[in-house]
């Protein structure tokens, strides 16, 4: 099948996720199942991949599923358990303190405690985490899902302490004869390239990422405000490109200076050093605070299935130690992925897999005390200890979080087979290339020369399949360094735009947005988040395309 056919074959799976859950406004519980349909007949028709590797595929995928909802499980059972102790009230309290307004809040605990969450552990833990705090301190699920989802970009290339790119985009180069040739000439080793690569993605996020928090404000206050309130987030612009700068700044210079591993977590933690001084000192602080709408006024969408109760806290419960489990989440991730300490390795060390699925080149691997939700469960063991709490309360906690995995599994679980399906079809009777590389090599020879204004566009479409930046640039490094090297273009700037398109997919991944969504109980509104997360999308890659042909052209 020649490649003008085999490329608008291999959207085929793409659209029809979009057109189900954007268009027809299905629920992720039907619209995923029906996109694993299309994708498996796409396979095994026109790809004609073989049955049994379908069949592994499929298997690979139910492994990773279940790793993403024992994830799920574990951010919900610790809001649970901080509920029932009462630490939930008092964090509320201590964020109203801080400030009233929900732009502030938004920004400190989404935009920057997000990001540094991102920059320890990765994989969608922010919105996991963020997304049932925000709930817990008055925000309406739906604008909660909406914000933690919103940073989702900026910090992902760099996520769990720089896997997409010191993992995810060497795996996708390491061995190629056309890059090691290059490299030899150039008297660079692969390291080399990647911190190149990270140095100017973080650049190009620097410059786009700057405005995330003033997006982030005036989207929400556009979709959850009403009448005048509904422009309020631009009043707030002074401080919001403020704590922009304040993430962004160090950010970069972490990774030009560094390296790919801390960029967002240092962004994050000097960013709410920055940030949370600003607010105590009152600079730039709007004179009439700004908040949703009376609760009993809000539409039904709005809500979830999961509110927070805001159980009386006992005398002994004080800002720090209700705080605390947090505090240690963020600790625990940090440790446990510096590979110079011994606990990344310990981790790792138990590994059940099973290679060689049904006779075929696929494998299912699973870290599962590496996993974040393992170490949420030994937040919850302390959290029970620190708090003093009865055996009832955690029993009662567990019991409320398990639903939540019942009604979320189908979707998720049929958006992460699809996604193996689809990347896992490079074998197959028909002689083409997977249909990823198919869809990519598509779109690259219609760009032509004009590659750097499209290629972010790439890294999204695998991050948007696969759920994950690091998947992203393992599927497509290699075809990015191959276009940059045909038309002339410097490989690390093409690379660049590729891993910053991947974190811009990861705004509206099926996969990530699910699982933000079934923290608090909103499932069957995912078409309407991505609704509302497609401008942010649009202006990621738009102004990355912009930036990429103008850095290529002046480069030239």
Not at 74 to 100: C, D, K, T, Y
Not at 157 to 186: D, N
Not at 532 to 551: C, N
Request: with cysteine.
């Amino acid at each position: 099948m020649p490649l003008v056919l085999s490329s608008p074959i291999a959207l085929l799976p793409i659209l029809t996720v979009f057109l189900l859950l954007v268009v027809a406004r299905r629920p992720a519980s039907q619209a995923m199942p029906g996109a694993l349909g299309v994708t498996m007949l796409v396979a095994g028709v026109v790809w004609r991949v073989p049955v049994n590797y379908i069949a592994a595929a499929l298997v690979q995928g139910l492994a990773i599923a279940a790793e993403i909802l024992f994830i799920v499980f574990g951010a919900i059972l610790l809001l649970n358990v901080l509920q029932a102790s009462g630490a939930i009230a008092v964090i509320r309290q201590s964020l109203l303190a801080l400030s009233p307004d929900r732009r502030v809040q938004m920004i400190v605990i989404a935009w920057l405690f997000g990001s540094f969450i991102e920059g320890a552990s990765g994989f969608g833990t922010p919105a996991v985490v963020c997304v049932p705090l925000l709930v817990a301190v008055g925000f309406p699920a739906l604008a909660a899902v909406m914000a933690a989802l919103i940073i989702q970009s900026t910090p992902s290339t760099f996520g769990a302490v720089g896997t997409p790119l010191m993992f995810g985009m060497e795996a996708g180069l390491g061995g190629a004869a056309t890059v090691e040739a290059t490299l030899t000439a150039q008297d660079l080793r692969l390291i080399d390239l990647i911190a190149q690569v990270g140095g100017r993605a973080a650049l190009i996020h620097a410059v786009i990422g700057t405005l995330i928090p003033l997006v982030l404000v005036v989207l929400v206050t556009r979709f959850f405000g009403e009448g005048a309130a509904k422009a309020e987030g631009l009043h707030l612009w002074k401080f919001a490109l403020v704590a922009g700068l304040a993430f962004t700044v160090p950010y970069a210079l972490t990774a030009v200076l560094l390296g790919p591993e801390f960029p967002s977590m240092v962004g994050g933690l000097v960013g709410l050093a920055v940030v949370v001084t600003i607010i105590r000192s009152g600079w730039l602080q709007p004179e009439q605070p700004w908040d949703f709408p009376p609760e009993e006024s809000w539409p039904a969408a709005w809500s979830g299935s999961v509110v927070p109760s805001l159980v009386t806290p006992p005398a002994g419960m004080t800002v720090v130690k209700a705080w605390l489990p947090y505090v240690l989440l963020g600790v625990l991730l940090v440790l446990s992925r510096l590979t110079q300490l011994p606990l990344k390795g310990w981790l790792q060390s138990i590994r059940p897999s099973w290679t060689g699925i049904f006779g075929t080149t696929i494998a299912a691997a699973s870290t599962p005390f590496y996993l974040p939700a393992t170490l949420f469960l030994v937040v919850v063991v302390i959290t029970y200890v620190l708090h003093q709490m009865k055996a009832r309360d955690l029993r009662r906690a567990v019991g409320a979080s398990l639903p939540i995995l019942q009604k979320t599994t189908l979707a998720l679980g049929s958006a992460v087979l699809m996604a193996r399906v689809f990347i896992n079809s490079e074998v197959n009777g028909a002689g083409l290339p997977s249909m990823p590389l198919a869809l990519a090599e598509g779109m690259s020879a219609l760009a032509g020369n004009t590659w750097p204004l499209f290629a972010a566009g790439v890294g999204l479409v695998g991050a948007f399949v696969a759920g994950s930046v690091t998947v992203s640039n393992m599927m497509f490094s290699l075809f990015q360094f191959g276009v940059a090297e045909s038309i002339g273009e410097p490989a690390p700037l093409i690379l660049a735009l590729q891993t910053v398109g991947a974190s811009a997919g990861n705004v509206i991944c099926v996969s990530n947005v699910v699982a933000a969504a079934a923290t608090v109980g909103l499932l069957g509104r995912e078409g309407l988040l991505m609704r509302q997360l497609l401008p942010v999308v649009a202006y990621y890659l738009g102004l990355a395309g912009i930036i990429g042909i103008a850095w290529a052209t002046v480069g030239g």
